[in-house]
């Protein structure tokens, strides 16, 4: 069976002589492993191919699905440019680089996620038209929030663990595994400390200014209980500007 899909480039690395392994995002496939050959060497065509296995560029691939198939890794036979491309520069071409490297490392294989890759789309729009570091965070934030929920992992931040609604002049510790606990209520004081207001504008997807150093606190933090302990690459690069 013929297969054809819209997707975005995560990851590539060489892949024997003239090839490449291409770890590519789909709506319908999730994250998925391609090689794509005759992509290296000196020839005109294999740089032409190559410059198009590029981050933020909408590709449209062909494979062939074979009934039998013994790996998830699928041989793409065709693939050109399509219509959508956010060409990000700079700060913001990180955030989008930030964005790739939690997908490769936290998306199952071959998973279907249609909401998230929409959510993908508009994230690296928000990026490219950001007219300040804030709105990047802000768009960043947005993002974890949704991969968390696509996860399975989503965090609640309009109740506490009481199932109280939250007060926006309250702070919380909030823990990961659990939830918001009011901090007058809390014993132990040992999670994320966050004020109430920055909980409810994360559940509303509220931009709030002031909010942005407890969400990315926060996020950080749940986000660290699936990623490991391997840090995330992306991090080290904003370090350079």
């Given amino acids: 069976m013929d297969v054809e899909q819209s997707?975005?480039?995560?990851?590539?690395?060489?892949?024997?002589?003239?090839?490449?392994?291409?770890?590519?995002?789909?709506?319908?496939?999730?994250?998925?492993?391609?090689?794509?050959?005759?992509?290296?060497?000196?020839?005109?065509?294999?740089?032409?191919?190559?410059?198009?296995?590029?981050?933020?560029?909408?590709?449209?691939?062909?494979?062939?699905?074979?009934?039998?198939?013994?790996?998830?890794?699928?041989?793409?036979?065709?693939?050109?440019?399509?219509?959508?491309?956010?060409?990000?520069?700079?700060?913001?071409?990180?955030?989008?680089?930030?964005?790739?490297?939690?997908?490769?490392?936290?998306?199952?294989?071959?998973?279907?996620?249609?909401?998230?890759f929409e959510a993908y789309q508009q994230t690296l729009y928000q990026l490219l038209v950001a007219q300040n570091r804030d709105e990047q965070a802000w768009s960043l934030r947005q993002f974890e929030y949704q991969l968390l929920n696509e996860l399975g992992q989503g965090i609640v931040c309009n109740v506490d663990l009481e199932q109280q609604l939250i007060n926006p002049r309250a702070n919380y510790y909030f823990y990961p595994e659990t939830g918001a606990i009011n901090i007058e209520q809390d014993g132990l004081k040992t999670g994320v400390l966050i004020q109430g207001s920055s909980l409810l504008a994360l559940a509303e997807q509220r931009y709030c200014q002031q909010s942005l150093p407890d969400l990315k606190r926060l996020l950080r933090t749940v986000l660290t209980q699936y990623l490991g302990e391997k840090p995330i690459v992306t991090r080290e690069l904003f370090k350079a500007f």
């Fill in 7 to 116: 997707a975005f480039v995560l990851h590539s690395r060489a892949y024997r002589e003239t090839s490449a392994l291409v770890t590519f995002f789909s709506p319908d496939y999730g994250k998925f492993n391609g090689i794509i050959r005759g992509v290296r060497g000196g020839r005109k065509t294999a740089s032409q191919k190559s410059a198009l296995l590029q981050p933020f560029q909408l590709l449209t691939l062909q494979w062939r699905e074979r009934a039998n198939k013994t790996s998830d890794l699928v041989s793409i036979y065709q693939f050109e440019r399509a219509s959508l491309y956010f060409p990000l520069t700079g700060e913001a071409s990180i955030c989008g680089l930030y964005l790739n490297e939690l997908l490769y490392r936290l998306l199952f294989s071959q998973v279907g996620v249609g909401t998230l």
